[in-house]
């Protein structure tokens, strides 16, 4: 049988397809994302007036859609120039579909199609592919974590899971029965929580007043005017883009703050708490200033969270690509979780080490913070050590599949050539 595979960008007449994809792959998390924030990454982007057609870009085979790639368009600053980049986002492939080379063609469809093309949070197999067709390590991003209260967390139960699902024997009902009679399950996440567990920082000497703003207006132009010379990367954090991305965006309620210091403007916060499905954890999606003071960072991200833990958050997120912002989380108790290179390519720009440029990048960039994607810590982010980056635990899974897959090399180069 000869498979007819085709990849090409998505048109007003696959959106039946589309919902048919998106169904099978999201399953209950299906409403997540369609139709509303569907409609918010295709239709209501401020950044999209110059896009022809739906920024999507689909693998069909047998007249399905078995893979599927989008982008999520935003202004880039790169020193003194602006340029429209698309954020690659929601990859994926269908298990029927893999190994025939699906991903790589997706990937260089969507890459083509833009100036920039970024991706700042992505599976190892997703950055291995855009190294691959071309693209270049960007600026380090550091993840990192305030443990405030993860007893009620599902840390320790998911690693047991992963276990028993691999080793039968860990199922049977007598050792079942013992776990829960000891308790181990409680007991190591209260040993965990013992261990990573940090304090509320207070401030004594409070400078700033934050207060809370329904929208961004010529306040927040005028803030990110003076902020983007300190940096000589960064999505341009405009008014529309604000409001389009932490005001607009469904499904999710941010808390957006106007940062003042003696009745002048110089900062902008947003954070989030999580809701339901969603743990008890806390988002610091965006922290910039009109100068990178140190006392103002760190009062601002000391209030943040304690805002957040006092709306119960357990954990507090927050990820930056500034070593002042680092260095200050490490004092106030954050731990790193780990830590990746965003992947960038440019059909103009040459000649130039994105690695070294100094950088604005926040949870709240790219497609990195959606609902319902917030979680708890994970066991290997606990013990994450630096130095070792995200994709360190990543490889090490992908290196078992591939040995495992070493058997079925022949078959799978046979649906290649019937392609």
């Known amino acids: 049988m000869i498979l007819k595979l085709k990849t090409q960008q998505a048109t007003a007449r696959d959106c039946n397809n589309l919902y048919l994809f998106y169904k099978e792959i999201w399953h209950e998390g299906f409403h997540y994302k369609y139709p509303a924030r569907f409609e918010w990454i295709t239709k209501y982007n401020p950044e999209l007036v110059s896009f022809k057609g739906i920024p999507i870009w689909i693998a069909i085979l047998d007249d399905k ?21 698309g954020m690659s986002i929601d990859t994926f492939v269908l298990p029927r579909a893999r190994n025939l080379g699906v991903g790589t063609k997706l990937q260089k469809l969507n890459q083509d199609n833009h100036e920039l093309f970024m991706s700042f949070r992505m599976s190892l197999i997703n950055y291995t592919i855009k190294k691959k067709i071309g693209g270049t390590d960007g600026p380090e991003i550091t993840d990192c974590a305030f443990i405030h209260n993860i007893k009620n967390f599902d840390t320790v139960s998911n690693v047991f899971k992963k276990l028993e699902s691999k080793i039968p024997f860990l199922r049977r009902k007598s050792l079942q029965k013992i776990k829960a009679k000891l308790k181990i399950e409680n007991t190591s996440q209260t040993i965990l929580n013992s261990i990573f567990s940090r304090d509320l920082q207070k401030i004594t000497n409070k400078k700033l007043i934050f207060s809370k703003i329904d929208k961004f207006d010529s306040i927040a132009d005028e ?84 805002e957040l833990v006092s709306q119960n958050a357990g954990v507090i997120y927050y990820a930056t690509a500034e070593k002042t912002h680092l260095k200050l989380l490490k004092k106030i108790g954050f731990k790193i979780i780990g830590s990746n290179y965003p992947v960038i390519h440019s059909k103009t720009i040459n000649n130039i080490d994105f690695k070294k440029l100094s950088a604005l990048i926040s949870r709240g960039d790219h497609d990195w913070d959606r609902y319902p994607s917030a979680r708890g810590p994970l066991i290997k982010e606990l013990f994450f050590k630096k130095g070792k980056d995200i994709y360190w635990y990543q490889r090490k899974r992908l290196l078992y599949s591939k040995l495992s897959n070493t058997f079925t090399k022949k078959s799978t180069s046979n649906k290649k050539n019937q392609l």
């Open 65 to 85: 859609i078995v893979g599927h790639t989008s982008a999520m368009f935003v202004q880039t600053k790169i020193f003194d120039q602006i340029y429209t980049s």
């Open 223 to 306: 803030i990110w005017k003076q902020c983007r010379a300190q940096y000589e990367f960064a999505v341009e954090r405009t008014s529309n883009y604000l409001n389009w991305k932490y005001v607009n965006q469904p499904g999710i309620n941010y808390c957006n703050y106007l940062i003042q210091e003696c009745k002048t403007n110089v900062g902008i916060l947003v954070i989030r708490k999580s809701r339901h499905p969603e743990p008890d954890v806390g988002i610091i999606a965006e922290l910039f200033f009109i100068d990178n003071k140190y006392e103002w960072i760190y009062e601002s991200i000391c209030y943040a969270v304690n």
